[in-house]
């Protein structure tokens, strides 16, 4: 069994306003507030993905490994959570961001 460990709301709200204002804000007046919590964590989630695959700190094999992980999370259908019979693509996604952030 996975060990998941979610970062706090107020992390992902903080990284999400340090790295765009713009994005923070938007999502503070477009996403209900029962989602925000999930939307900050993506978005954090995400820019964390961005910023380690544009950085100098990975190598290109490294890159593809980083990636190659991310797809093997993908292919694991238990992050995938039925909502009404269907996955919907938020469930899915805020599903993945909760594990893997």
């Not at 805020?94 to 594990?99: E, G, K, L, P, S």
């Amino acid at each position: 069994m996975l060990a998941i460990a979610y970062p706090s709301a107020s992390l992902a709200a903080m990284i999400t306003r340090a790295a765009s204002m713009q994005t923070y804000n938007t999502i503070r007046a477009l996403v209900p507030p029962e989602h925000r919590r999930d939307a900050f964590r993506a978005y954090s989630y995400f820019r964390w993905v961005d910023d380690l695959l544009d950085g100098d700190v990975l190598n290109s094999q490294e890159q593809l490994a980083f990636l190659a992980s991310r797809k093997q999370l993908l292919a694991l259908k238990v992050f995938w959570p039925p909502s009404n019979g269907k996955t919907t693509t938020y469930a899915a996604i805020t599903a993945i961001v909760r594990v893997v952030a």
